[in-house]
């Protein structure tokens, strides 16, 4: 059963730092694309951050601003996103999502219960 | 504002058709697969569509989803109150490279 729980979110003052963890379990995590998607209060769905399998990258620029290092270990079973220099428009929840293959793309199959991050002074 | 437009609510009463569009562009929608995610309050989002008009295991053939160039459709026939929930769509962008998710649509049983 594909188990996917995050933790490290808190309450941080604007330019602080946090660094999330979502640990993974009930599937080979190695083979699997891996993503942050973040949820501001009352707000929608906002994807963050990829990382394929060999440890590669992608993110979304307008939302990481070279402010967040999203990461894995595949010995661990476990994804990261460091965030850095907060900002109060980063208060959310923030969910990992496990991402499968279909064609040239793909579907966010499972999802973690999220954790939230308030940036707050 | 959100890259793929949804309207921000919809709503049915019990065992009406509803549903609910997803609007894009050729280097999103035009081009690529489109997911449908449903939110409860409080809760994870969950898989309810992929591929366009695929349904994961377990989610009722009462869910169909659709795509027509730049724009894709999830309908819900036989609505029940426990369909009341947050649904969004979501595509991979060519241009942004990088996923994109449509704003979310309230539905509402009434």
């Known amino acids: 059963q594909v188990h996917l729980v995050e933790s490290g979110g808190g309450v941080v003052q604007p330019g602080g730092s946090l660094r999330l963890s979502c640990a993974a379990s009930g599937f080979s995590f190695s083979v699997y694309d891996m993503h942050w998607v973040r949820q501001a209060p009352g707000k929608g769905l906002e994807w963050v951050a990829l990382?394929?399998?060999?440890?590669?990258?992608?993110d979304n620029i307008d939302v990481v601003k070279g402010r967040f290092t999203v990461t894995r270990d595949n010995s661990k079973d476990t994804l990261y996103l460091q965030m850095n220099d907060l900002g109060v428009e980063d208060t959310a929840v923030y969910y990992c999502?496990?991402?499968?293959?279909?064609?040239?793309?793909?579907?966010?199959?499972?999802w973690g219960q999220g954790t939230l991050v308030a940036v707050s002074s | 504002q959100s890259v793929l437009t949804q309207p921000p609510s919809a709503s049915g009463t019990p065992g009406q058709t509803v549903t609910i569009s997803c609007s894009g562009t050729n280097s999103n929608i035009g081009s690529n697969i489109v997911n449908w995610y449903h939110q409860l309050p409080g809760a994870a989002p969950k898989l309810l569509m992929y591929?366009?008009?695929q349904r994961p295991s377990g989610v009722p053939d009462r869910f169909s989803g659709s795509k027509s160039g730049t724009s894709a459709s999830l309908a819900i026939s036989g609505l029940q109150s426990d369909d009341e929930a947050d649904y969004y769509c979501a595509a991979w962008d060519a241009n942004l490279e990088g996923w994109v998710f449509g704003g979310g649509t309230k539905l509402t049983v009434l």
């Open positions: 999502a496990r991402a499968s293959n279909y064609g040239i793309s793909g579907f966010h199959d499972y």
């Open positions: 591929g366009d008009d």
């Open positions: 990382t394929w399998p060999d440890g590669t990258t992608q």
